[in-house]
Every structure is written in C-alpha cells, then in structure tokens.
C-alpha cells in the first residue's frame, strides 16, 4: 500500500518533470521501493536466487515444448507484432534522415518550332520564312541541411528509435505471452479429455448399475423408486457427459487458434497432466530472484521504461524548438541553351564551363507561432507525464502477478493435497457402499450418494491440478522467467536489442 509520504515524493517527482526532464525509472519507483515486503522481505530473508533458466524444461513435459514452438512460429498476433515492430524502426529511420543533407536533383527540356511570318495551317506554313528551332536544357542540383547545433534533431530521433525497441520489447512480451498461453492451452485441452473420460466412466457406471437394479427389481428385491433414481442417476451422467464433449472440443479450438490453425477441434490432447516439483519451502518461494530484479527482466517494464525516456526526449526536442534554427543550402546548375542560328544538343551539358552554383546559409529565429510551439510543449509534458505513470502502473501490476502467483501456488498445492485425500477416501467409500447395496444393508441412496461424491472429487482433483499447472505458468510469466527452444538461444525477456542513451546500438 502506497502511504501519503509516498504520494509527496512522487508529487514531488512530477514537480521535477515539470521543471526540466522526466526523472530515471529508479528515481520515479524510489516512494514504492523504499519498504517493501512480502515478496521482497522474504527474497532478502534467503538471498537473492536466481530464477529459472529453462521454465518448458521445468514442467517437465515434452509435449508441451511441441506445442510452443509451433505456437511461435505460427501465431497469428505474434506475427503481427512483429511487423508492427519492424514498421516502427522503418518508422525510425525516416527520423534520422532529417539529421542527414538532403539531395535533389532536377532536369528539363524544352524543343521550340518558329516560323516567321505567315501563319500555321496544321504542319504546313503559308506565306512564312525559314523554319527554325530552339532546344533548352538544364540540370540542376539542390542540397540542404539543418545543422542540429542545439540537438532537436537527435532528440527526437533517440526518442524514435527508443519507441521502436520498445516495440521490440512489446514482441519479446507478446512472445513470453504465446509460450504461456500455448502452455495453458495444452493443460486445459488435457483436463477437458480426462473430464470427459470421467463422465464417460461414470455414464458407464450408471449403466451397470441399472442393469444390476432392474435384475433385482425384476426379482422383487429392489423397488420402483429404487429403478427410477438409478435412472435419474443415469440420466444426469449422460448429460455431465454433453458437457464434458463440449467443454473437449471447446478448448481444442481454443488451442488450435492460438497455434495458427484452423479449429477443427481434430489437435491430440495429453493424456495425463505432469506432476510439478514444489516451488515453496514452509511457504517462502525458491530461486524466484528478488522484485529489483524482475525489473531489468520483465519486457513489459523494460518496454514502459524506453516509452518512459523517449517522452523525456521529446520533451527536450519541443524545448529546443524556441531556439534559431541554422540551415545551409547549396544549388548548382547548368544550361545548354539554343539561338535560331545555334541549336544545343543535349550532350552540351556536359561542358561545366557555364555552371552556375550558390551556397546559402539561413538563421530563422521563431518568433510569433500563435502560440504552436508552447501547445507541442505543453503537449510533449503531458505525454512524459503520462508516461511515467503508464511505467509506475506497469511495474506494481508486474509485482502484484508475482505475489498473486506465489499466493496462488501455495494455496492450490494445499487444495490439491486435501482433493487427493478426499478422492481416495470417497473412492474407498464407493466401494464399500456397493458392497453393503449388493448385501442388502444401505439403500440405493446411500450407493449414488457415494458414487456422486467419488466423481466430484477426482473431477475437482483434476481441475485443481490443472489450476496448479496454470498458475505455475503464469507465475513463469509474472517473472519473465526464460525458456529455451530446441536450435534457439534462449528466449528471455531481456534479450531483445535495444538503443542506448545517444540512439545508437543494435537497431542503427
């Protein structure tokens, strides 16, 4: 919980926004760092531990590496923000051209009939003197150039090349978010073939037991109610059993979309879920690192960071927008031009005898702009600022999917256990009631009480180790944790290339 002091230092901060640049990433998160807990008291109780280097090898699942790797090379979305980032460094790169002079060149020609006297009829000339003709040609060269003397320019174009690393980074997040969701998807698919496989053998259970009921109603033994519930019994497993096909099909096209496929709902489904090594020692969490450190690791945070310094750029570059502007600007030409005596042919500028050229240098102080240039500040402020709550919001929700995560974890190995006992506890009470059924000593509502209970348990067993192998992934998420592709390097959140502080670096 964020606390008044809290508040004034980053009221504070925001005064300091105001008054010069946008503060560093550090100093805007120093009111939320300067106490934390949980997470962080318990990773400074152990040790900082490292977080793991392979997530897929850690759920020990061959399957599901399968399942990822086709997810990232076929994903629709993921596709798309990697055009996306490759339009924004295009997008870049025409910033950096205003740096560079600028060259132009230009042609023409021009081929003039005289007649004198007379007059026109069509091609022909009545009445007129010696035909003549005048041919013109020129070419000519311009150059210009602003020379950055205060900096405007490579302001503004650091700040493009930092928003497009931070659509770079947005494509690492997207990436970590397919391998995640492609992971759950798998899961899912598998806990939805081992429902319906349950309700399969429940509906068969049902059968059998209404083929035992009716021979013993037919011999007097057991009575109509007796036969109708067994059948209402029958009939509600039947219907769990629709829903338990729906839910199958449902979740394969889920999965089936999500690696780029058409969803025909025809993808396997795992036949088992893994069994997951415990991440909790007496309930404090194992090599999860420590909250610093998720910061230079999450692609998300990294990406608000970048977005976070480029408003601060561009705030710069519309305050050096007040200051002169220095230019310089050169032409050369050359012209090849006829008398009615003297056509010119075209070859003739290639003599440079008579090249005309000028070189001119230009000073342009703004002065009035109806008030332009104070809006585009006042603009690029708002925007810095928005940023620097945009990155704040980013890192708490980045901290609060981890404590959510390792909450989660310890709440649903918990669950899983006391599901486990239960199942085997109303497994051993089917069997004992269908014995006492068979011998005459309970009734048939005792014998589908316990049935139903038997199913409910291990069919909330099965959702709790789906729960479990979910939340380990989002966990996985929440961390930025890395995973590693068979032929690939490893793929971890902080990898992608970025530009440093003068916009230089892999992306120039």
């Not at 003197?129 to 013109?136: P, Q």
């Not at 240039?373 to 929700?397: C, H, P």
């Not at 509502?445 to 989002?474: C, K, P, W, Y």
Request: proline share 4%; net charge negative.
């Amino acid at each position: 919980m964020i606390n008044v002091r809290g508040y004034a230092c980053a009221a504070a901060v925001l005064a300091a926004l105001g008054a010069c640049a946008t503060p560093g990433p550090k100093q805007v998160l120093e009111p939320l760092t300067a106490e934390l807990d949980s997470w962080a008291a318990i990773s400074q109780d152990r040790g900082a531990t490292p977080v793991t280097e392979n997530w897929l090898s850690d759920l020990r699942d061959p399957q599901v590496i399968d399942i990822v790797q086709i997810a990232l090379q076929q994903n629709y979305d993921l596709n798309a923000t990697r055009e996306r980032f490759e339009a924004s460094l295009d997008r870049a790169r025409v910033t950096r051209a205003d740096m560079l002079p600028q060259i132009n060149g230009s042609g023409s020609g021009t081929r003039n009939r005289n007649a004198p006297g007379g007059f026109q009829f069509g091609d022909a000339s009545i009445g007129a003197g010696d035909v003549t003709y005048n041919s013109n040609y020129s070419l000519a060269v311009q150059l210009t150039w602003e020379i950055d003397v205060w900096g405007r320019l490579a302001d503004q174009t650091r700040a493009a090349y930092l928003d497009a690393d931070a659509r770079n980074l947005d494509f690492a997040a997207a990436q970590l978010s397919v391998a995640g969701n492609a992971a759950q998807g798998h899961y899912n698919l598998a806990a939805a073939r081992l429902q319906r496989q349950l309700a399969e053998r429940d509906v068969e259970t049902g059968e059998a037991n209404l083929r035992v009921i009716n021979r013993r109603y037919e011999r007097g033994i057991s009575s109509s109610l007796d036969l109708r519930l067994a059948r209402a019994s029958l009939a509600g497993s039947q219907a769990t059993l629709e829903q338990r096909r729906q839910q199958e099909l449902e979740a394969a096209r889920q999965l089936e979309v999500l690696l780029g496929q058409y969803p025909a709902a025809s993808i396997e489904a795992a036949e088992t879920l893994p069994r997951l090594e415990p991440i909790l020692e007496g309930g404090t969490p194992l090599a999860l690192g420590t909250p610093d450190e998720l910061l230079d690791r999450r692609p998300d945070v990294i990406a608000a960071e970048r977005r976070l310094k480029a408003a601060g750029l561009r705030v710069s570059a519309a305050r050096k927008a007040f200051l002169p502007a220095i230019s310089l600007s050169a032409s050369a030409s050359e012209a090849a031009l006829s008398s009615p005596d003297d056509n010119a042919d075209f070859s003739d500028l290639l003599d440079f005898d008579n090249v005309a050229a000028d070189l001119v240098g230009n000073l342009t102080q703004p002065l009035f702009q109806g008030g332009r240039l104070i809006a585009s500040e006042r603009a690029a402020k708002d925007d810095a600022e928005a940023a620097l709550y945009d990155y704040g919001n980013t890192v708490l929700t980045a901290w609060r999917e981890v404590e959510d995560a390792i909450a989660a974890e310890r709440f649903l190995s918990e669950r899983e256990e006391a599901l486990q006992l239960s199942f085997e506890e109303r497994r051993a009470v089917e069997t004992i009631t269908r014995r006492r059924y068979l011998s005459g000593t309970v009734d048939i509502f005792d014998f589908i009480n316990s049935q139903q209970r038997r199913i409910e348990a291990e069919g909330q067993l099965i959702d709790a180790q789906r729960e479990r192998l979910t939340n380990r992934v989002d966990l996985y998420l929440a961390l930025g944790a890395p995973y590693i592709l068979e032929g690939e390097a490893a793929l971890a959140t902080a990898e992608a290339p970025r530009v440093d502080a003068d916009g230089a670096g892999d992306l120039l």
